[in-house]
């Protein structure tokens, strides 16, 4: 039935009832109790026969609340540069004075970022003008210990090696295929090992942790994988994207050449 159809039915039935507040203010006519049932049972016969209805409905409001919170999301990266880009504490690979960067709050043990991580490799070797910050962030920690070790490590690793081997440390890691609880401390253990980490000299890196998990609350992440795709300078509610979940490199690729102002790559 459709929905035209159905408003016929309705004023047929005497259901649609007439009686705009005229001209002395009188307040419309309420519906009687025989009328509101069976304006009942049309709307439930209706949707019986039409439940592309109700499914077009919940698109629209998952849509809408999506829309809402990728706003407040933007509001919450303006609001918080400075953790975002500037913390020396946080591992980053790409130049300095890179137009663009993108920021990735992840957790090794998580499932998604695993699967996110090749399509970061792919992205980083045909971007190598932008900048890419890792921000460690095991949500999985108190569940699974080795993601908070593995975090730890990471950020040590990137305080004594630097860039191209905390980057190595960081593929060899989901390299394993160990997440969900899988990934063990000889797993962490081989990774460091292969870039020469030194373990006994290794700083302390508890406060880097908290930090960059109090940013992830300021900005309302609270699951991973996590990403912010940025200019480095000038950003604005017109050229930041948030993506709070899993995406694939075309459309990280979208979101830089958004913020470079290049829509047409």
Known sequence: MKLNNML?????????VSGLASATSQPVSTFTPEQEVRIGEIAKDYLLANPE??????????AQQQEKLQQVMTVAVLQ???????????PSYGPDDAKVTVVEFFDYQCIYCARLAPELEKLIKANPGVRF???????????WPASQSAAKT???????????AYLNYHNAIYATGHNEGKLTDADISTAAKAVKFDAETAPDVQGELEGINALAQQLGF????????LPS??????NVTVIPGYTSA?????????ATGDTQK
């Open 53 to 62: 209805v109700l499914v077009e409905a919940s698109q629209k409001l998952q």
């Open 133 to 143: 910050i890792f921000k460690e962030f095991p949500i999985f920690g108190q569940r």
């Open 222 to 229: 609270n699951g991973t994988p996590a990403l912010v795709v």
């Open 233 to 238: 300078t000038g950003a604005s509610s017109d």
């Open 250 to 258: 075309e459309a990280l690729q979208q979101a830089i050449n958004h």
């Open 80 to 90: 918080n540069l400075a953790g975002l880009l500037n913390d020396k504490g946080t």
């Open 154 to 164: 990471g950020l040590q690793v990137w305080r004594q090696k630097g860039a191209d």
């Open 8 to 16: 016929k039915i309705m004023l047929a039935s005497g259901l649609v």
